[in-house]
Nanobody, 114 residues
């Protein structure tokens, strides 16, 4: 069993930065960590992926502004969001794939004002 807890969201101004954190509990190793977001009235969107070897991948819509990273000692994955835009407003979710299982955090709101 893996539990994921997001933090770091809130209200920010366009052009600013936020760093989201996702702390994982549990003893099993995570294969893949992903950040998704869901804006009001829209489908959930995959924005960033980190594989167990450290390689990363990003949605085209966020490349150059979003950075996924991890602190393995803290079992925490981060999502750095720079040059915030109003369209980044969404609930952000972290997701972990552990073996054949898929775990989700509770989600955290990010609101960007123009």
């Amino acid at each position: 069993q893996v539990q994921l807890v997001e933090s770091g969201g809130g209200l920010a101004q366009a052009g600013g930065s936020l760093r989201l954190s996702c702390a994982a509990s549990g003893r099993r190793s995570v294969n893949v960590m992903r950040w998704y977001r869901q804006a009001p009235g829209k489908q959930r969107e995959l924005v960033a992926v980190m594989f167990s070897g450290g390689s990363t991948s990003y949605a085209d819509s966020v490349k150059g502004r979003f950075t996924i990273s991890s602190d393995n000692a803290k079992k925490t994955v981060y999502l750095q969001i720079d040059s915030l835009k109003p369209e980044d407003t969404a609930v952000y979710y972290c997701n972990a794939i552990v073996g054949q299982y898929n775990y989700w955090g509770q989600g955290i709101q990010v609101t960007v004002s123009s």
